[in-house]
């Protein structure tokens, strides 16, 4: 609520929404091993696309996959 798909927020909503999946390492897991499973494609609804939570999510997801590759 608090971002409210403002843009000027953008930058600092970003840097929130990693914390709490930082701290959801359960769920992170969860939502990577689909990802290693084939396509995965969330469904929302945004009031724009350019500043979403998905857009983060995918961001971070996308960054760990080379990760767990690699281990």
Same mark, same amino acid.
């Given at each position: 609520?608090?971002?409210?798909?403002?843009? &000027?927020?953008? @930058? $600092?909503?970003?840097?929130?929404?990693?914390? %709490? !999946?930082r701290? @959801?390492?359960? @769920? &992170? $897991? +969860?939502?990577?091993d689909?990802?290693?499973?084939?396509? &995965?494609?969330?469904?929302? #609804? #945004?009031?724009? +696309?350019?500043? +979403?939570?998905? *857009? &983060? *999510?995918?961001?971070? !997801? $996308?960054?760990? *996959?080379? $990760? %767990? @590759?690699? +281990?």
């Amino acid at each position: 609520k608090w971002f409210d798909h403002d843009p &000027v927020k953008w @930058a $600092e909503f970003g840097r929130r929404y990693q914390a %709490e !999946l930082r701290d @959801a390492p359960l @769920a &992170v $897991e +969860t939502a990577l091993d689909w990802c290693h499973k084939g396509s &995965v494609t969330p469904i929302h #609804a #945004a009031k724009g +696309t350019r500043h +979403t939570d998905a *857009l &983060v *999510l995918r961001d971070y !997801l $996308e960054a760990r *996959l080379p $990760e %767990e @590759a690699s +281990t």
